[in-house]
């Protein structure tokens, strides 16, 4: 199966939803006993899914340090949340991809946007698809990121590599997407953000 960039732009949303983010998904759809009530306000973020653009493309994943107080050692976007200087959300994802790999904004085209999505932290996130031109260098910020690989786009789009999972969490078992590529396991909102973006592709081959 291959995909093509010219298939990837045709089914993003073009422009972001409008704030306040208003999700279409969440970490409660496959949970949703667990949902709050009433729903909470959430905190603006977002991240990025960088596609690099390579003869068959590639997605680049963070594996997050495991120093971090929080999700350690899992493989995410690079991403966080909006900062009151970022101009916009799409700011915001291109100011930590820098922040974590060393990749600038200047490799880095935005090709469109997926729905919103609301974790389980609290967090609203804007997924903000970039293509990444190769010829970038790596430069790791050793806080945050232990390292980062690379998924081939075709894969991921593929219907069966995706999974469902049951995993413990405070106290109750949670079910989760999640892919897993050689050794590297993906899952939770990461994972749930590729299903997204899966079904918006896995019929442009």
Same mark, same amino acid.
């Not at 976007?77 to 820098?98: I, K, N, Q, W």
């Given at each position: 199966m291959s995909i093509t960039l010219e298939a990837l732009h045709a089914r993003l949303l073009p422009e972001p939803p409008a704030l306040p983010l208003a999700p279409e998904r969440s970490d409660y759809d496959l949970n949703p006993s667990v949902r709050p009530d009433p729903p909470r306000r959430l905190v603006? *973020? *977002? $991240?990025?899914?960088? $596609?690099? +653009?390579?003869?068959?493309?590639?997605? /680049?994943?963070?594996? %997050?340090?495991? /120093?971090?107080? %929080?999700? #350690? =050692?899992?493989?995410?976007?690079?991403? =966080?949340? !909006?900062?009151?200087?970022? *101009?916009?959300? $799409? !700011?915001? #994802?291109?100011? +930590?991809? +820098?922040?974590?790999?060393?990749i600038g904004a200047e490799f880095v085209s935005v090709a469109g946007f997926l729905g919103a999505y609301e974790t389980v932290t609290g967090y609203a996130v804007l997924p903000v698809v970039g293509l990444v031109r190769e010829g970038f260098r790596l430069a790791l910020n050793a806080g945050e990121v232990d390292g980062v690989f690379e998924v081939p786009l075709a894969y991921l789009v593929a219907p069966g590599s995706r999974q469902e999972h049951r995993l413990e969490w405070r106290g109750g078992m949670r079910r989760v997407y999640a892919f897993q590529y050689e050794t590297h396991y993906i899952w939770g909102a990461t994972a749930a953000i590729l299903v997204d973006l899966a079904g918006r592709l896995h019929d442009a081959a």
């Open positions: 603006p *973020a *977002a $991240v990025l899914i960088p $596609v690099v +653009e390579r003869r068959e493309p590639t997605v /680049l994943f963070t594996r %997050r340090s495991e /120093l971090l107080p %929080r999700h #350690a =050692g899992q493989v995410s976007f690079p991403g =966080g949340c !909006a900062h009151e200087e970022d *101009a916009s959300l $799409v !700011a915001t #994802a291109l100011r +930590e991809m +820098e922040e974590e790999t060393g």
